[in-house]
């Protein structure tokens, strides 16, 4: 049984950081692909950043790049995302998962449907 659970969420002010945990049971978490998503009410969930199983490639959408960096640590089975910059408009739940049989990332943007095994997010509200 897969088990995906997000940690590290909480409130902040605009300007200010927080660094989010992701700890994945019951599968082989280094022939994975992770990625981090976001949700904010009333919008669709969105991909925010790919890292490969060697870490050696790293993707970010355009809203997060330069302020957000994602690491993983196999040893731990731990997946992380480090956010700076904080902005009111990164207020959202926040989700982690593991790409479908795939150890990269896709060249071509991160893709909701391409992943599964889903926690069930921590939530990330920064004020103005």
């Known amino acids: 049984q897969v088990q995906v659970v997000e940690s590290g969420g909480g409130l902040v002010q605009a300007g200010g950081s927080l660094n989010l945990s992701c700890t994945v049971s019951g599968l082989y978490f280094y022939n994975y692909a992770m990625g981090w998503f ?21 993707s970010y959408a355009d809203s997060v790049k330069g302020r957000f960096t994602i690491s993983r640590d196999t040893r731990k089975n731990t997946l992380y995302f480090e956010m700076n910059s904080l902005k009111p408009e990164d207020t959202a739940m926040y989700y982690c998962a593991a790409r479908r049989a795939a150890a990269s990332c896709s060249s071509s943007g991160i893709s909701v449907s391409d992943f599964a095994y889903w926690g069930q997010g921590t939530q990330v509200t920064v004020s103005s």
């Open 38 to 58: 976001r949700q904010a009410p009333g919008k669709e969930r969105e991909g925010l950043s790919c890292i490969s199983w060697t870490s050696h490639s790293k």
